[in-house]
């Protein structure tokens, strides 16, 4: 493009040193374009006259004289490149002596301010084009365009990886740097919000979730591993409104510089967006220039790229961050300390696997994350609670092995009076694991645990385990949502899963007439009962079909799904239902409801839905589940979905209290 008709733009830069050097640069290839003209610098200090070689002989000023600088120069754009935490008052400033701006990322340190220059472009009728670069790259809308013609399916969420070494200059190269506040105000400087803020902003590009409102909640781990306040290893997740996750994982603690990629997760493929780089799955897009598309729009009307209002998403991810806790430290024991840099081993490889899996850190077993806390079965664990009494613990990164077909579990459950019901890899079965999603069949690959059965061969060693891979969590009001790959013996995708696991409170609607003596709100010596949720929805990329060894001839053996394994220590076990008693009697039978008493607690199961007929086991072991494919494969086509609502209950229900509780926990499902 040649000259602007009208001339050059006169343009006034504030704050030349730092970032403000690539600006110059910028500067000095338009103006031999003849597109824009430097007719002002605002700065603490003078600038070199050779850093402004090819660019004239602007008037240079200091920061509180921005607008004498733009009245004198009669400026028609200000680039503001100066502290975050001095955005929102120069922006007020230059918008109101009657500039347009080119407002440095991230726009500004909080929310309010941001909404201080959103009033004042209003109030002006002046531009404001925000200094996202990647957002002017054409690589953007075609990403979107992939993702609206169906070629990668449903996009379920887009992961961001970014992974770059800075030296320990890098936090003293000013005031603010790695600072969260500076002298009270905001600065809120850091790995997310500043070297790696393009990212965020990208991937809500991406997503086309870009205004305010877009962003529904926000979950973050800020560390570092420099002894700065700001966080230099984060990790976040975002969910937007409609539904789909951006997860972000980044660090300034690696060696070397990996160019920072989104992973964009569909049903049906993933693509990947390389956006300092423009590349598409290996097309290069061209990218335009935001102050030349701001010289445009000056002289031509034409559209901004990225307008102030485009930010308004980042901004609410910025607010989160500005609103957390201070980051946490990593201790020296995870670092390399280097001479002039900290380094955080296997960081690199972390940030890929958290855009692969959409998860964070502490979901990966990251040590400094609090990945190894839980229980000495597994690395990763959380804890449910009910009216604040601790009730379960859910282990979603075990440390099985693969024969058992390791998946998430939970164990110890309790009841309200600190009785386990659950057992966790007894003598006779070591693959049972408490609660779990357990299947012998999927796909011809073993989720269950143990020996497959083999038409006339029986119980065989076949290598062919598969495992149910922790990917995210969703905070739920009593519980979460969890995403989950299930993947065979060569790490294969099989399926996928969405389950939701809740635990509530559920007192008992009316007096018991049973040998507990229960009545009331009271059950047992536990004072309450209390209920389990679990739901899933498995989806399958091609259709297969789901096995119980009984499909393969042997009798009885229907068992997979949902499966609840009880303590064989516990007395008087019986199991029955609103029909019949006695583990001959309900094995295998259809009914709405089930209940596993004992002298010392009762549990009762609902399902929800479909009914499935019940696996049994009494006399052998304690062990309840609904069973997917009893006597015959179910064929899955695309999804599959199933939900048990468990009601855990003190002392020993009778049959009339049971269906009471089964009645109460249907009605409040």
């Known amino acids: ?58 008037e240079q000023a200091r920061p509180d004289d921005l607008a004498g600088l733009i009245g004198r120069t009669g400026a028609e754009v200000t680039i503001l490149c100066t502290p975050i935490d001095t955005h929102a008052e120069l922006a007020v400033t230059a918008l109101r002596a009657g500039s347009h701006l080119l407002l440095e990322k991230p726009p500004a340190a909080s929310l309010a301010d941001f909404e201080r220059i959103a009033a004042a472009v209003e109030e002006t009728g002046l531009a404001c084009q925000v200094g996202f670069q990647s957002l002017g790259s054409a690589a953007i809308p075609a990403a979107r365009k992939l993702i609206a013609s169906g070629e990668l399916g449903a996009i379920r969420g887009i992961g961001v990886a970014g992974a770059w070494e800075r030296p320990a200059e890098y936090f003293t190269r000013s005031p603010w740097a790695g600072r969260r506040r500076l002298n009270g105000r905001d600065v809120v400087d850091g790995a997310l919000t500043n070297p790696f803020a393009h990212a965020t902003a990208t991937a809500l590009a991406v997503a086309g979730a870009e205004e305010r409102g877009a962003i529904t909640s926000v979950e973050l781990e800020l560390f570092h591993a420099n002894p700065i306040e700001s966080d230099d290893t984060s990790a976040a997740r975002i969910r937007l409104a409609d539904g789909r996750v951006i997860t972000v994982a980044v660090t300034l603690c690696t060696t070397g510089r990996n160019e920072p990629y989104l992973l964009l997760h569909g049903s049906a493929g993933t693509a990947r967006l390389t956006y300092t780089t423009d590349d598409l799955d290996g097309t290069v897009h061209p990218r335009a220039n935001l102050l030349q598309n701001l010289a445009e729009h000056v002289r031509t009307g034409a559209d901004l790229l990225v307008p102030l209002a485009r930010t308004g998403a980042f901004m609410e991810f910025m607010e989160a961050v500005r609103l957390a806790p201070d980051p946490l430290p990593i201790a020296d024991e995870h670092q390399t300390i280097h001479p002039d840099r900290r380094e955080l081993p296997g960081i690199k490889e972390l940030t890929d696997t958290s855009a692969e899996r959409l998860a964070l850190f502490s979901e990966l077993g990251a040590a400094w994350a609090g990945g190894s806390a839980g229980t000495a079965a597994g690395r990763g664990a959380r804890e449910l609670r009910v009216a604040g009494t601790p009730v379960a613990s859910y282990v979603w990164e075990p440390d099985l092995p693969a024969s058992d077909s390791p998946r998430p579990y939970l164990h110890p459950v309790r009841t309200l009076g600190g009785v386990e019901v659950t057992e966790h890899r007894p003598d006779d079965h070591v693959h049972h694991l408490g609660v779990s999603l357990a299947i012998s069949d999927v796909g011809a690959v073993n989720f269950w645990g143990g020996r497959t059965f083999v038409r006339d061969r029986g119980p065989s060693w076949l290598g062919d385990h598969g495992r149910q891979r922790h990917d995210a969590f969703e905070e739920l009001g009593s519980g979460f949502a969890e995403e989950l790959t299930w993947l065979g013996p060569g790490g294969e995708t099989v399926a996928r899963e969405r389950r939701t696991v809740l635990a509530e409170a559920l007192p008992s609607s009316g007096p018991s007439s049973g040998p507990s003596g229960a009545s009331g709100d009271v059950l047992g010596a536990g004072g309450g009962a209390w209920t389990l949720d679990f739901a899933f929805t498995l989806t399958v990329r091609e259709p297969l079909e789901i096995k119980s060894s009984a499909c393969k001839g042997r009798p009885g053996a229907g068992y997979g799904g949902f499966f609840w394994r009880a303590p064989k220590s516990a007395p008087d076990i019986s199991v029955f239902t609103g029909e019949a008693e006695g583990e001959q009697a309900v094995h295998g039978s259809v009914t709405l409801w089930l209940a596993l008493v004992s002298g010392a607690w009762s549990l009762v199961f609902v399902q929800l839905g479909h009914a499935d007929p019940w696996f049994v086991r009494v006399a052998e072991y304690p062990g309840v589940g609904p069973a997917l494919a009893w006597d015959r494969p179910l064929a899955v086509a695309d999804t ?29 499902a």
């Open 1 to 58: 493009m040649g000259e602007l008709n009208g001339g050059p733009v006169r343009v006034v830069l504030a704050g030349a040193y730092g970032h403000g050097r690539s600006h110059l640069e910028n500067l000095r290839d338009l103006t031999g374009r003849g597109l824009v003209e430097l007719v002002g610098v605002c700065d603490v200090r003078p600038v070199e006259a050779e850093w402004l070689h090819g660019l004239g002989t602007p």
């Open 640 to 668: 599959l979905s199933r939900r048990v609502v468990t009601v855990v209950a003190d002392g020993r229900l009778d049959r009339a209290a049971a269906e009471r509780l089964a009645e109460a926990a249907r009605a409040r």
